[in-house]
């Protein structure tokens, strides 16, 4: 599976954007997917996830401003992030994995794409 994150950007604290990741492979329907952001100094985190039975989970910093979805049709899969803040500032990764349930353990998304950059300013 190979993944291909975009929409990253420059934004004011309280807009929005929209990330999108585009999966490679005929079996995408099949994986759990997430995203994860990684700010300077800072470990990588999870942000949200989605299982191939479309169950989603999100970080507590980011529940009820951000939500993801996916189109298996496109083997896309989207992270629309609203009312952002500054500490969202970050780049943030698509990942996937062979996954049975909607997971954050980073450990278990074997594949991962370049990420796409978003600054939030305040």
């Known amino acids: 599976v190979q993944l291909q994150a975009f929409g990253g950007g420059l934004v004011q604290a309280g807009g929005s954007l929209r990330l999108s990741c585009a999966a490679s492979g005929r079996i995408f329907s099949t994986y759990g997917m997430g995203w994860f952001r990684q700010a300077p100094g800072k470990e990588r985190e999870f942000v949200a996830a989605?299982?191939?039975?479309?169950?989603?989970d999100y970080a507590d910093s980011v529940k009820g401003r951000f939500t993801i979805s996916r189109d298996n049709a496109k083997n896309t899969v989207y992270l629309q992030m609203n009312s952002l803040k500054p500490e969202d500032t970050a780049v943030y990764y698509c990942a996937a994995g062979r996954l049975g349930t909607v997971t954050s353990n980073i450990d278990e998304y074997n594949y991962w794409g370049p990420g796409t950059l978003v600054t939030v300013s305040s």
């Open positions: 989605i299982s191939w039975s479309r169950q989603t």
